[in-house]
């Protein structure tokens, strides 16, 4: 069973970075599509970045230009950097791997003055 654990998330101020971290527990981590997913207040969760296990990316329209997905597989870490933030991109992010139906236990991005 592969477990995930995001980190990197807190609060920043409009127009500012961040970069999330997700480590696997297992070296097969390599093979998977991975995604990262946000969760705001009362709204549902939503896909905002992934990345296959050969590199190739993709966003959803709100984050493209701004984030950037990536994976380092020898450290069976995936990386979400958020750059020029915006107050409506305040949520939980979350990791997923969807071959196995695991997902972090999420960390808080919060943009404010």
């Known amino acids: 069973q592969v477990q995930l654990v995001e980190s990197g998330g807190g609060l920043v101020q409009p127009g500012g970075s961040l970069r999330l971290s997700c480590a696997a527990s297992?070296?097969?981590?390599?093979?998977?599509?991975m995604d990262w997913y946000r969760q705001a207040p009362e709204k549902q969760r939503e896909l905002v970045a992934t990345i296959t296990r050969n590199g190739a990316t993709d966003y959803e329209d709100s984050v493209k230009g701004r984030f950037t997905i990536f994976r380092d597989n020898a450290k069976n870490t995936i990386y979400l950097q958020m750059n020029s933030l915006k107050p409506e991109d305040t949520a939980v992010y979350y990791c997923?791997?969807?071959?196995?139906?695991?997902w972090g236990q999420g960390t808080q991005v919060t943009v404010s003055s």
């Open positions: 997923y791997a969807p071959a196995v139906n695991e």
């Open positions: 297992q070296s097969i981590f390599a093979f998977y599509t």
